[in-house]
C-alpha cells in the first residue's frame, strides 16, 4: 500500500524567514496531495492541495510543488508568522474513493 | 458548507465498558466516511473506511470486532470501542467524502479516556 514519508520532524524559523516540508510517497498511481495544518487539540484543517496532472500550486504565501518523476512533494511557507506555528501533515490519495495516507508530520515553531 | 460533527467531544468510560462516537455530515451526503486515530504528537493513523450499506474495510492491525464501525446512512457513521482497555485512551477523529471531491472533510475529534 501507499507510504508517505515526512520530513523533518521539527523545523524551527525565523519569524518572516521561509519554511519548506518535504514529502516523499510510494505509489506512482497516487494523484492527489493534499497538506494539513493541525493546531493543539482540533481537526486537520486543508491548507492546500495538488494533484498529480499539476507541478506546482500558489496560495498566498503557501506554495505546493510536485515532482510526479522523484515521487515527491514539497511544502512552502514564504515570510512566516507566529500564527504558522503547528503541525504540518503532508498525505497522498489514488483516488477520489480511495482512503488518504497520512505522513508523520512537522511541528513548526516560528521564532519571535 | 461540507461540515462534519463528532459527539461527544470528549468521554471518560471505565476499562471493560463499550462507548460509542457519531459522526454526522451535517449539509452535504457522505458517500464514504473515514475513522482515524492519533496518539500524543503522532500521525493520524487511519483504522477504517465505511461506505454507506456496506460493511467497513479495516486497515491491517485494527480489531474489527472490537471497533465497530456502522455507516448506516449517508449522513451519520458510527464508531463503538467495545470492553475498552487504557491502552484505547485516544483522540479518534472521522472524516467524510462526497462522491465527487477529492478533499476530506475532518469532524472536531473525540478525546477518549479509559480509567
Known amino acids: 500500500g501507499e507510504n508517505v514519508e515526512q520530513h523533518p520532524s521539527t523545523l524551527s524559523v525565523q519569524e518572516g524567514d521561509s519554511a519548506v516540508i518535504k514529502c516523499t510517497y510510494s505509489?506512482?498511481?497516487?494523484?492527489?496531495f493534499p497538506w494539513y495544518k493541525q493546531e493543539l487539540g482540533k481537526r486537520p484543517q486543508l491548507i492546500i492541495d495538488?494533484?498529480?496532472?499539476?507541478g506546482e500550486k500558489k496560495d498566498q504565501r503557501i506554495a505546493v510543488t510536485l515532482n510526479k518523476t522523484a515521487k515527491h512533494f514539497s511544502l512552502h511557507i514564504t515570510e512566516t508568522q507566529p500564527e504558522d506555528s503547528a503541525v504540518y501533515f503532508c498525505?497522498?490519495?489514488?483516488?477520489?474513493?480511495?482512503?488518504?495516507?497520512f505522513g508523520s508530520g512537522t511541528r513548526l515553531s516560528i521564532r519571535p | 458548507g461540507a461540515v462534519v460533527s463528532q459527539h461527544p467531544s470528549w468521554v471518560i468510560c471505565k476499562s471493560g465498558t463499550s462507548v460509542k462516537i457519531e459522526c454526522r455530515s451535517l449539509?452535504?451526503?457522505?458517500?464514504?466516511m473515514f475513522w482515524y486515530r492519533q496518539f500524543p504528537k503522532q500521525s493520524l493513523m487511519l483504522m477504517a473506511t465505511?461506505?454507506?450499506?456496506?460493511?467497513?474495510?479495516?486497515e491491517q492491525g485494527v480489531e474489527k470486532d472490537k471497533f465497530l464501525i456502522n455507516h448506516a446512512s449517508l449522513t451519520l457513521s458510527t464508531l463503538t470501542v467495545t470492553s475498552a482497555h487504557p491502552e484505547d485512551s485516544s483522540f479518534y477523529i472521522c472524516?467524510?467524502?462526497?462522491?465527487?471531491?477529492?478533499?476530506?472533510?475532518f469532524g472536531p475529534g473525540t478525546r477518549l479516556t479509559v480509567t
Open positions: 498525505a497522498a490519495s489514488l483516488s477520489r474513493a480511495s482512503k488518504i495516507i
Open positions: 472524516s467524510a467524502r462526497t462522491g465527487t471531491s477529492y478533499e476530506q472533510y
Open positions: 465505511s461506505n454507506e450499506g456496506s460493511k467497513a474495510t479495516y
Open positions: 449539509d452535504f451526503q457522505a458517500t464514504t
Open positions: 505509489d506512482s498511481a497516487s494523484n492527489y
Open positions: 495538488i494533484r498529480s496532472n499539476v
